[in-house]
């Protein structure tokens, strides 16, 4: 069952107060700083480099050029699953350097890195590194950069296509052939082009961290505010060619999946750590953020939905082209393949299926994971693609969608894809949200609407996500000698309270207090394998190892407790912190058993203590909900207000509900940001960033946002001992398709079908006008 009481979240207390650990937060003795030199050409090779007179300004320690990483042996920091393209075709890695050597390929890239005293001594020094520049025609345009004659990014990669990507379950030539059959055949063929526009993480916390090396040690070791200490240190040791490194992240200020990677700024701190026997800090300023940071989404796709007459579906065909940008950032190509076509067809009953795309390089900042990456994009793309059905065919919205929907007795549902759902009752999930957003009387709230001069309208989406795609995750329980214990996780928080949520799962499968469990996270030295904290995996990744920790902890107890008791290991069992035989009063507490257990392996009585560390693999999970909005808009202005904002989410058995409804509100204000503001934009001619600051990048604030009404319709699923699904991920996914059809459904005559977020106050004022002319023609 769920839990659905309300509890202080643990992190509270201290973040509130100022006592958070961030990245800028610990300052080390000796420590120095760092500026990055970046590059002010979008495309443009190097001619030289002169750092004469930064290298003799005040305070000034070093300046680190690409000829110092070649000294070092120190090169690509890329590293990417290799994934198939069409027949085979092999997919072809750009080199990532972490300083330019001798040419640039997007703005902001890493040039030179400056080392001084103090942040401003660096920052001054950085102004007089000059770089001679030969600049070169760039392409920012994904569409155009496939296109014969473009601007080649790299040279082994033609026409700029990185990746022709092909469904490996679906497209074979018989599938294709059977869904072009179908669409030919079909009484009707709903088509529709979108665009999935770029976007920047902008986290509240920039990026930031501190190289440090130990001499005697000849050891490295990162501070950097990341998702997850393990994978930085797995890929940042292979770059820097030691085993010696040790990772840590504390406190993280927001991370979206964009701290989730290794960077250029990197390994040069470890580098110049190592050559000034100093620990050298870097923090990225917000407008630096805008340039260094990976960027999202940037895909264009092309739908086709085939229906019967009676509105049933019968096959969707989706070509995709997605910008990566200069570099492959993690998870790069993944993102617009498998995580997008991997949540095909979302809640829907579709027969067959052809997705295909290409991936392509640009003279911009590298796309990376953020919030979704390809879960929104493929929600998104389902749920106006079914608008425009229902639109198209005459055929009632909720009626369509209902005569589709999988239904619970199909489960598990193999899809066309050829992914199983193992659990799910979306039709009740939909009737609940129909209800809770009084649907019925909508018609009445729009009239209303009406008298007061105002266009309403209303947007439903209908969404499935997979969540779980790393299934490898490990935990430890440590009893240290103060009676509480620890419990530690390598997937790191940045804001998903996990100091809440897990000792909380640990104390309620021990009957223990809660606040003799707390939560270690972020060490790479606790050597726990898995991944990092991206796709709504913590839960149920981290939550089952923690499951199977504990009950590995629990038969050693037995065994410990049987002698302590002098008893059978079949007599003992174990409930509310207490081991005792059954039947009787006899029994011992937890801690005294781990005391014991401390002394007897002190004593060379046995190999190992209770302090357990286990590893689980996990299946995927697939969240799913229906999220229903409500717009209106002033036909003058083209301002609008979202006045309504309904979420029902299948994410299995909750943990906390508190946190849970967080995360949805969370997710719900970035896809709204999305929806109506926010999108990055390069000149075409320059490939400069014309959004590069908040003056020019729009973000949600408080009013944009209503009351948000949330409720859970849980669903066990049933490939994790806990049951519980993602949730991270689910108010994005499920907003944009929400509030976008909701826009699109108040603007008069059809005319707002066409329209790409963001929704602009002036894009929606063109598009009402334009339903307004055509209802006066």
């Known amino acids: 069952m769920s839990d659905n009481t309300r509890t202080i979240r643990v992190e509270d207390d201290y973040l509130v107060r100022g006592h958070g650990r961030y990245a800028a937060d610990v300052p080390q003795e000796g420590q120095v700083y760092a500026c990055f030199v970046r590059a002010s050409h979008a495309f443009a090779t190097i001619k030289g480099i002169d750092i004469e007179e930064a290298a003799k300004a005040p305070g000034v320690l070093a300046v680190l050029t690409a000829a110092d990483m070649d000294a070092a042996n120190i090169g690509n920091i890329t590293r990417h699953p290799l994934v198939p393209g069409r027949n085979g075709a092999k997919f072809v890695v750009p080199e990532r350097l972490p300083l330019a050597r001798d040419r640039v390929v997007h703005v902001g890239q890493t040039i030179a890195a400056v080392i001084a005293e103090t942040p401003l001594h660096a920052q001054d020094a950085a102004d007089l590194v000059v770089v001679d520049y030969e600049g070169h025609e760039p392409v920012t345009d994904l569409r155009k950069a496939a296109e014969p004659g473009a601007p080649q990014v790299w040279p082994d990669i033609p026409n700029n296509i990185s990746l022709d990507w092909t469904g490996p379950r679906t497209n074979t030539e018989d599938n294709v052939r059977a869904v072009d059959e179908i669409l030919r055949g079909s009484a009707h063929v709903v088509k529709l082009s979108m665009t999935n526009q770029r976007l920047s993480g902008v986290p509240m916390e920039p990026r930031g961290a501190t190289g440090a090396y130990d001499a005697q040690e000849d050891s490295y070791h990162l501070r950097v505010c990341s998702q997850g200490a393990g994978p930085i240190r797995e890929n940042m040791a292979s770059v820097m060619g030691t085993d010696k490194l040790r990772v840590t992240t504390e406190d993280v200020g927001g991370g979206f999946g964009l701290k989730g990677g290794v960077y250029p700024e990197y390994p040069v701190l470890l580098l110049a750590a190592k050559k000034l026997g100093r620990p050298v800090h870097w923090m990225s300023t917000r407008s630096e953020a805008f340039l260094s940071d990976n960027e999202a989404r940037d895909s264009v796709i092309d739908c086709e939905l085939a229906l019967d007459a009676r509105g049933k579906f019968l096959a969707l065909r989706m070509r995709l082209i997605s910008n990566l940008g200069a570099f492959l950032a993690p998870p790069g190509a993944m993102i617009q393949t498998a995580s ?84 799910g009752d979306f039709a009740a999930v939909f009737d609940h949200a129909l209800d809770l957003a009084q649907y019925a009387s909508f018609k009445e709230r729009k009239r209303n609407a009406a008298k007061r001069g105002r266009l309403r309208g209303i ?47 640990v104390a309620k499968q021990l009957g223990l207090a809660a606040d003799t469990v707390k939560l270690k996270s972020g060490d790479t030295d606790m050597k726990l394998a898995g991944g990092p904290a991206v796709g709504s995996r913590s839960a149920q990744a981290a939550g089952s190892a923690i499951r199977r920790t504990v009950d590995v902890m629990l038969e050693k107890g037995r065994t410990i407790a049987a002698g302590m008791l002098e008893a059978d290991h079949s007599d003992i069992e174990f409930e509310s912190g207490q081991f005792q035989v059954v039947g009787t009063d006899r029994r011992v507490s937890l801690f005294d058993v781990a005391k014991h257990a401390r002394d007897m392996k002190a004593r060379g009585e046995i190999a190992e203590t209770l302090d357990s560390k286990e590893s689980v693999e996990i299946g995927l999970t697939f969240p799913n909900g229906c999220h229903i909005a409500e717009v209106e808009v002033d036909p003058d202005t083209g301002h609008l207000e979202l006045v309504s904002y309904v979420a029902v989410d299948d994410s299995g058995i909750l943990l906390n509900k508190t946190i849970v409804e967080g995360q949805i509100h969370g997710g719900i204000a970035q896809g709204l940001g999305q929806v109506l503001l926010e999108r990055t934009v390069y000149g075409e001619d320059d490939g400069q960033i014309l959004t590069a600051s908040f003056m020019d990048y729009g973000m949600p604030r408080a009013l944009h946002l209503p009351p948000i009404v949330f409720e859970e319709h849980p669903v066990p699923c049933t490939t994790n001992p806990l049951g519980v699904k993602g949730v991270g991920e689910a108010g994005t996914t499920g907003s944009l398709g929400a509030v976008m059809n909701a826009i699109i459904d108040a603007i008069p005559n059809g005319a707002g079908y066409g329209m790409d977020m963001p929704a602009t106050p002036e894009r929606v004022w063109q598009a009402v006008q334009a339903g307004l002319g055509a209802r006066a023609a």
């Open 340 to 423: 997008m076509s991997n949540c095909l067809p979302t809640m829907y009953d579709i027969p067959k299926i052809d997705v295909q795309g290409l991936c392509v390089h640009t003279n911009t900042m590298p796309v990376g994971a953020y919030r979704g990456a390809g879960r929104p994009e493929a929600n998104y793309f389902m749920e106006r693609l079914v608008e425009e059905a229902a639109r198209q065919t005459g055929i009632d919205r909720v009626k369509l969608r209902k005569r589709n929907l999988i239904p619970a007795k199909a489960m598990p549902y193999k899809n066309a894809i050829g992914l199983t759902y193992d659990s």
């Open 459 to 505: 947007g439903i989406a209908c969404f499935l996500e997979h969540s779980g795609a790393t299934p490898l995750e490990s935990a430890s329980i440590v009893f240290p000698e103060d009676g509480s214990l620890i419990v530690g996780v390598g997937v790191q928080s940045s804001g998903q309270g996990h100091a809440t949520v897990f000792p909380q799962l």
